[in-house]
């Protein structure tokens, strides 16, 4: 199936591992000029140097911490014409709410929450100007299915589904799709570290974060590829008629007992 994808732009945040890199791959493959960003210039450009061993169009590369305005403005600045803009970046962490400090909590939001906002902010502006583009809002099934042991990232991402929700829904009338999707546990190095952290409260034994795993849909994570090629397929012209929802990628997870 032809995605339509060749010489159209794609800016990925947060794509130097995980479901970002892996996304990467995936618009790569169907003959998208991508463009990855991070904060560590030598993830990155391991990131690079994968993609190139599997065959893969060389992405540009944009270093920046999105945590900061500054830095999403630069990014915006340097490149402002994109079609397509995959806002991924983020690590919110474990813990309840008498774990995390204030301080932790608005630096976690200050890249998940607003680095989202205000690139949605800045890309949204352009894309209407220019009657076209996509946007994609990686979040994650916490925001459906809050719990007191990731209270922070639940939150987090609940306010992301009510941000897609309400600019998709408007952003129609200039042409511009926005949607998200929502992983369950995805097999990522931040994944592995969540799961040690409530394997070391519920247990004492961080050792022993693998020992749910078989309770999971299909006796397993999600894989990072399985998100990607979602996001690829929904934010193609192939599924035009698509803005203002967010879509639950959890194995029926959310309604099992």
């Given at each position: 199936?032809?995605?339509?994808?060749?010489?159209?732009?794609v800016?990925?945040t947060?794509?130097?591992k995980?479901?970002?890199?892996?996304?990467?791959?995936s618009?790569?493959?169907?003959g998208?000029?991508?463009?990855?960003?991070?904060?560590?210039?030598g993830?990155?450009?391991?990131?690079?140097a994968?993609l190139?061993?599997?065959g893969?169009?060389?992405?540009?590369?944009?270093?920046?911490d999105?945590?900061k305005a500054?830095?999403?403005e630069?990014?915006?600045k340097?490149?402002?014409?994109?079609?397509?803009?995959v806002?991924?970046?983020?690590?919110i962490?474990?813990?309840?709410?008498l774990?995390?400090?204030?301080?932790r909590?608005?630096e976690?939001w200050q890249?998940?929450v607003f680095?989202?906002?205000?690139?949605?902010?800045?890309?949204?502006g352009?894309?209407?100007e220019n009657?076209?583009?996509?946007?994609?809002?990686?979040?994650g099934m916490?925001?459906?299915?809050?719990r007191?042991?990731?209270?922070c990232g639940a939150?987090?991402?609940?306010?992301?589904?009510?941000?897609?929700?309400a600019?998709g829904?408007e952003?129609?009338?200039w042409n511009?799709?926005v949607?998200?999707?929502n992983?369950?546990?995805t097999?990522?190095?931040?994944?592995e570290?969540l799961?040690?952290?409530?394997?070391?409260?519920?247990y004492?034994?961080?050792?022993?974060?693998?020992e749910?795993?078989?309770a999971l849909?299909f006796?397993?994570?999600?894989?990072p590829?399985?998100?990607?090629?979602l996001?690829?397929?929904?934010?193609?012209p192939?599924?035009?008629y698509?803005?203002?929802?967010?879509?639950?990628?959890?194995?029926?997870?959310l309604?099992r007992?």
């Amino acid at each position: 199936m032809d995605l339509d994808f060749v010489g159209r732009t794609v800016l990925i945040t947060g794509a130097s591992k995980g479901i970002g890199l892996a996304c990467a791959e995936s618009f790569l493959r169907e003959g998208a000029e991508v463009i990855i960003t991070g904060r560590d210039e030598g993830r990155l450009m391991q990131a690079v140097a994968s993609l190139k061993a599997a065959g893969l169009a060389e992405p540009a590369v944009f270093v920046g911490d999105l945590a900061k305005a500054e830095d999403r403005e630069r990014l915006f600045k340097t490149h402002p014409d994109v079609d397509v803009l995959v806002n991924n970046a983020g690590a919110i962490p474990g813990g309840n709410l008498l774990d995390i400090t204030l301080e932790r909590w608005t630096e976690a939001w200050q890249l998940k929450v607003f680095g989202y906002v205000h690139l949605t902010q800045l890309y949204l502006g352009a894309m209407r100007e220019n009657c076209d583009g996509v946007i994609v809002n990686i979040i994650g099934m916490a925001g459906r299915a809050p719990r007191w042991d990731y209270v922070c990232g639940a939150a987090g991402n609940a306010a992301l589904i009510a941000l897609t929700n309400a600019v998709g829904a408007e952003s129609v009338d200039w042409n511009v799709r926005v949607f998200g999707i929502n992983p369950s546990p995805t097999r990522t190095d931040r994944i592995e570290t969540l799961l040690r952290k409530k394997a070391e409260d519920r247990y004492g034994d961080p050792e022993r974060w693998q020992e749910d795993l078989s309770a999971l849909p299909f006796g397993r994570l999600a894989e990072p590829s399985e998100v990607a090629d979602l996001a690829v397929m929904l934010a193609s012209p192939r599924a035009s008629y698509l803005s203002g929802t967010v879509i639950d990628v959890d194995g029926g997870q959310l309604h099992r007992d």
